[in-house]
């Protein structure tokens, strides 16, 4: 998409951060799953009142980057009006998918229709199945955001900050898996749905870090964040996938 590609290019204007502000830039971490260990590159900027967010997942074997998987995603800050008041929401706008599988590339495009409140879905893959254009409607609901972007989503929602706040309560938002259909042949019992409700949850301070837990189809993700709310690390326990700091030592994280 060039709206896509345009948006990641522009360079966004150099202002102080605030405190508690997560910083934008790039972030290399480290990737493991049951197949490996990989980087995994994130990349993230907020241009206007827009979100763009880039993610690689790189196989550095053989002394060259290989890409297996690359998504960029674009999210619209703004509000809606909820009875006399209203709420600041994340609305996402537009995402661009590739990942190889076996060798073959699969690829899918979004953008949202919103005269039609649905996700237009344009598929180009090896197989028949996935392939060709479907509008998928949007369940109700307020708060949404694109998994690959639950960190900065979450936080312009101001759901972290309200999370920490209220450490009992549980925050609802759906979740719009970004590497739809294909993220079902990837991981086990989520994504057969575009759309999957979830929940966030406070769950303490650890090593000097904010701990978060993601609910999302009966699978538990713990999204660790600086105290600036820069994302330090992601464990998907279900999955057997850790994101961590490049060097640090994988952990036990069921604490």
Same mark, same amino acid.
């Given at each position: 998409?060039? @709206?896509?590609?345009?948006?990641?290019?522009?360079?966004?204007?150099?202002?102080?951060?605030?405190?508690?502000?997560?910083?934008?830039?790039?972030?290399?971490?480290?990737?493991?799953?049951?197949?490996?260990?990989?980087?995994?590159?994130?990349?993230?900027?907020?241009?206007?009142?827009?979100?763009?967010?880039?993610?690689? @997942?790189?196989?550095?074997?053989?002394?060259?980057?290989?890409?297996?998987?690359?998504?960029?995603?674009?999210?619209?800050?703004?509000?809606?009006?909820?009875?006399?008041?209203?709420?600041?929401?994340?609305?996402?706008?537009?995402?661009?998918?590739?990942?190889?599988?076996?060798?073959?590339?699969?690829?899918?495009?979004?953008?949202?229709?919103?005269?039609?409140?649905?996700?237009?879905?344009?598929?180009?893959?090896?197989?028949?199945?996935?392939?060709?254009?479907?509008?998928?409607?949007?369940?109700?609901?307020?708060?949404?955001?694109?998994?690959?972007?639950?960190?900065?989503? @979450?936080?312009?929602?101001?759901? @972290?900050?309200?999370?920490?706040?209220?450490?009992?309560?549980?925050?609802?938002?759906?979740?719009?898996?970004?590497?739809?259909?294909?993220?079902?042949?990837?991981?086990?019992?989520?994504?057969?749905?575009?759309?999957?409700?979830?929940?966030?949850?406070?769950?303490?301070?650890?090593?000097?870090?904010?701990?978060?837990?993601?609910?999302?189809?009966?699978?538990?993700?713990?999204?660790?964040?600086?105290?600036?709310?820069?994302?330090?690390?992601?464990?998907?326990?279900?999955?057997?996938?850790?994101?961590?700091?490049?060097?640090?030592?994988?952990?036990?994280?069921?604490?």
């Amino acid at each position: 998409m060039k @709206l896509l590609a345009f948006l990641f290019l522009l360079s966004s204007c150099s202002t102080p951060l605030l405190q508690g502000e997560p910083s934008q830039g790039k972030t290399n971490y480290s990737y493991s799953d049951v197949s490996g260990s990989y980087r995994f590159v994130r990349e993230n900027r907020q241009i206007k009142k827009k979100l763009v967010t880039r993610n690689q @997942l790189l196989d550095n074997k053989g002394g060259s980057s290989k890409v297996l998987e690359k998504t960029i995603m674009v999210s619209q800050i703004g509000s809606i009006k909820v009875n006399k008041s209203r709420l600041l929401t994340v609305r996402p706008v537009a995402s661009e998918f590739t990942v190889w599988l076996e060798g073959k590339k699969y690829h899918s495009r979004m953008k949202l229709n919103e005269k039609t409140k649905s996700m237009r879905l344009t598929l180009d893959s090896p197989e028949t199945k996935w392939q060709g254009t479907s509008d998928i409607k949007f369940p109700k609901g307020k708060y949404f955001c694109f998994f690959s972007q639950i960190p900065e989503c @979450l936080y312009h929602n101001y759901f @972290l900050t309200l999370a920490q706040e209220n450490k009992n309560k549980r925050f609802d938002f759906y979740v719009v898996w970004d590497g739809y259909p294909y993220i079902q042949d990837q991981l086990t019992r989520v994504g057969q749905s575009l759309f999957a409700p979830a929940t966030l949850k406070f769950d303490g301070e650890i090593n000097g870090q904010i701990r978060y837990i993601v609910e999302v189809e009966g699978q538990m993700i713990l999204y660790h964040f600086k105290r600036s709310y820069d994302l330090e690390k992601i464990a998907w326990i279900a999955q057997g996938i850790t994101i961590v700091p490049p060097g640090q030592e994988v952990e036990s994280d069921d604490e």
